[in-house]
């Protein structure tokens, strides 16, 4: 089993930053591709990013294009998303994930979960 705890979600005002974290203990840290999923109140759980093994590759949704940044710490078994430019509809309970399969974009890829932490964008 690996474990995933997610931290630094809060509030926050549109437009500003957030950076959060997942610490990830119990498995090889670097065996694993690692994400980000959110979701929203009344709507499905829905990809946000993914890095690889190494850190050399990373994936966003269009959504977050450009705006949020999926980093790795393999020798601190932590992976990081930086949020800029954060929008009311960024709002969700954001969950670190693992993966041993590279090109993961659904849910049912993603083995491991943390528990997740909350992001609310509001004046």
């Known amino acids: 089993q690996m474990q995933l705890v997610e931290s630094g979600g809060g509030l926050v005002q549109p437009g500003g930053s957030l950076r959060l974290s997942c610490a990830a203990s119990g498995r090889t840290f670097s065996n694993y591709v690692m994400g980000w999923f959110r979701q929203a109140p009344g709507k499905e759980r829905e990809f946000v990013a993914r890095?690889?093994?190494?850190?050399?590759?990373?994936y966003y949704a269009d959504s977050v294009k450009g705006r949020f940044t999926i980093s790795r710490d393999n020798a601190k078994n932590t992976v990081f998303l930086q949020m800029n430019s954060l929008r009311p509809d960024d709002t969700a309970v954001y969950y670190c994930?693992?993966?041993?399969?590279?090109?993961?974009?659904?849910?049912?890829?993603?083995?491991?979960w943390g528990q997740g932490t909350q992001v609310t964008v509001s004046s």
């Open positions: 994930v693992a993966s041993e399969v590279l090109f993961a974009t659904t849910p049912d890829l993603y083995k491991y």
């Open positions: 890095i690889s093994w190494s850190g050399a590759s990373t």
